[in-house]
């Protein structure tokens, strides 16, 4: 099994690649960021790629569509932070066939990636049974990708102009989507926006 890992913390590299050293012949491979991620990829043509959603510049989200875009038969599991039920839904809909969140039993991960491997899915049982019930509970559940997307760049700081610089379309239609995210998410203002993003991505508690 070769096995792609892009995340930005050498930790957490660390902690899968001994994850799955009992494996036996699984060839590990790292990235720190999406353009090293997507190069690696191309290089090595790993059967199942991890990937982090919050990446330095591109997201997770970005690498998978980039990745599916120049292998449509590419296996991805997000192995996020974040356990919302509809922040799973969201990456299974960008084309991951897993979602595995930091929080969970490591017992699982090794598992999860074979069951990827294999051509299944894999989500834990509990984030099924919650993803079963989140479209009525979750303030993401209404939203677009692009517009997760924008809430995570504005939970992690970006402004509108560097927001558009990140997705490469003008800062008007950012601002167009802001509009949009403020009447969904009930915020009157830009800093209520910001806020909101914040409560919607932390998750559960």
């Known amino acids: 099994m070769r096995v792609l890992i892009v995340d930005d913390h050498p930790v957490v590299v660390s902690g899968c690649k001994a994850l799955l050293a009992a494996e036996p012949g699984a060839e590990i491979f790292a990235a720190g960021d999406a353009e090293t991620g997507f190069a690696a990829f191309c290089a090595h043509q790993p059967d199942v790629c991890v990937l982090d959603i919050n990446l330095p510049g591109l ?11 120049h292998d449509p038969e590419a296996k991805l599991v997000v192995f996020s932070m974040n356990d919302d039920p509809a922040f799973a839904a969201r990456a299974i809909q960008a084309g991951a066939r897993g979602y595995i969140a930091k929080n969970d039993d490591p017992l699982l991960f090794l598992p999860a990636l074979k ?26 559940s209404s939203l677009s990708a692009r517009e997760v997307e924008i809430l995570r760049l504005l939970a992690a700081g970006d402004d ?3 927001i558009a610089d990140k997705l490469g379309v003008s800062a008007k239609t950012i601002a167009n989507n802001c509009t949009a995210l403020k009447a969904k998410l009930g915020a009157r203002s830009s800093m209520d926006l910001m806020r909101a993003a914040i409560e919607a991505l932390r998750g559960p508690h």
């Open 115 to 140: 069951r990827v491997c294999a051509g299944e899915t894999w989500l834990p049982a509990e984030l099924a049974r919650k993803m079963a019930f989140a479209r009525a509970q979750s303030p993401l």
């Open 59 to 69: 997201s997770g989200f970005d690498l998978a569509q980039r990745i599916l875009k």
């Open 160 to 162: 509108i102009g560097g």
